[in-house]
């Protein structure tokens, strides 16, 4: 599998597996077994996602029907704004890996930034504390916006590695995606898909029959094409496969800027400036 390299030398996989609105069921367990078998290296999560149970219990099926190491695969959860506050961040990260039943992770994110700057910033110390003292690989943020970096990296002594953000053609956060490569902080695309509503697009579905690929393994590579990590969410097997399967084939310049083009700044989550867990 591809990986992206970030600015402290570590590696991460282009394409992995999410795991939003996915049940914390046997299905969830199924799919992540399945993604694992059929080349998926990375495999991401949350605490508010309700499931880090049944996704560990996939991961260590997964290892063990394909012979994998822990060490081999790349697994992401979240800290969730209830346990915000550098004192709270240890245990909180504690208590996904007790979910996921793993030792470390090898990135954990803080899930948003709040709406309290000063909480924001003392959080993240919190993150560079388990940084420093080794005990998760990578640490990184979710859904910051440019005024979220600004204030964050006037005052930390570690800058976070990713951005997981909302990113797809209807949404495409061009002046977030510059300032981050300004700041060589690889960007993350959550729900690439938008929970299947840009598969119905004509410009999508257009591209999709010019190269005899699927509406989704278009949206993917046109993903991959803007150096951003993607990790689209499937408990099909063979979408999951599908989705995997976007190396042998290469949008072309006009293919990519047509899909740029379909920007609305359209977001089907809520606006980062004013979440905060409500």
């Known amino acids: 599998m591809d990986k992206i390299k970030f600015y402290n030398g570590h590696e991460m996989p282009r394409v992995g597996l999410g795991t939003f609105r996915v049940e914390n069921n046997d299905d969830c ?13 990375s495999i991401d999560t949350a605490k508010v996602y309700s499931n880090e149970e049944k996704v560990g219990q996939g991961i260590k ?17 979240k800290l969730w704004l209830e346990d915000f506050g550098r004192t709270n961040v240890e245990d909180a990260y504690e208590g996904s890996l007790k979910r996921l039943g793993l ?10 930034p709040g709406t309290n700057e000063a909480l924001m910033i003392d959080t993240w110390q919190g993150m560079e504390d388990l940084y420093k003292q080794d005990r998760v690989k ?16 006037a005052q930390v002594s ?6 997981q953000v909302e990113f797809h053609p209807y949404l495409t956060q061009s002046s977030l995606r510059q300032y981050m490569e300004v700041q ?95």
């Open 158 to 163: 570690i800058k976070p590695v990713i951005n």
């Open 61 to 77: 099926e997964g290892l063990e029907t394909t012979g994998l190491k822990r060490e081999d695969l790349f697994i992401t959860s």
């Open 184 to 278: 060589n902080i690889v960007m993350e695309s959550w729900s690439p898909l938008m929970n299947a509503q840009i598969l119905d697009d004509d410009t999508v579905n257009a591209i999709a029959k010019e190269i005899d690929q699927s509406p989704a393994q278009v949206i993917i590579r046109w993903n991959y094409q803007h150096d951003v990590v993607v990790i689209p969410k499937s408990v099909t097997p063979h979408r999951i496969d599908e989705n995997l399967d976007i190396l042998n084939f290469k949008l072309n310049e006009d293919q990519m800027n047509r899909l740029d083009q379909l920007n609305e700044d359209r977001r089907i989550g809520p606006d980062p400036a004013e979440f905060n867990g409500q």
């Open 29 to 41: 367990t199924k799919a992540v077994k399945h993604a694992i078998e059929n080349g998926y290296r």
């Open 103 to 112: 030792d470390y992770l090898d990135l954990y994110l803080m899930h948003w």
């Open 138 to 153: 990578n640490i990184g943020v979710s859904n910051f916006n440019v005024d979220h970096f600004e204030a964050l990296l």
